[in-house]
């Protein structure tokens, strides 16, 4: 099993980012997944889930009305559009999935 993030970066408050996660080495389409962020001295934090097949999503109220979580089964890939940044969405973020994290990347919202 092996997830991998991308698409963090450096960004002004107010932007926006898409964060991507390919799975691999399991049946992607049968599992739900998670974005979780983690600020320093912070404990990791769901920030939003997607049903296996799309149809449920939930989010941390902190993100809500901001942040979209999405999938597409056919590439083994789930999206994080993540708009109207604030500095408080500074962390690593990771997503999890059939028991695995992948390795996290950075975002940093900064002036």
């Known amino acids: 099993v092996q997830l991998v993030e991308s698409g963090g970066g450096l960004v002004q408050p107010g932007g926006s980012l898409r964060l991507s996660c390919v799975a691999s080495?399991?049946?992607?389409?049968?599992?739900?997944v998670s974005w979780y962020h983690q600020a320093p001295g912070k404990e990791r934090e769901l920030v939003a889930a997607?049903?296996?097949?799309?149809?449920?999503?939930n989010y941390a109220d902190s993100v809500k009305g901001r942040f979209t979580i999405s999938r597409d089964n056919a590439k083994n890939t789930v999206f994080l559009q993540m708009n109207s940044l604030k500095p408080e969405d500074t962390a690593v973020y990771y997503c999890?999935?059939?028991?695995?994290w992948g390795q996290g990347t950075q975002v940093t919202v900064s002036s």
């Open positions: 997607i049903s296996s097949v799309g149809g449920s999503t």
């Open positions: 999890k999935a059939h028991g695995a």
């Open positions: 080495g399991f049946t992607f389409s049968w599992y739900a």
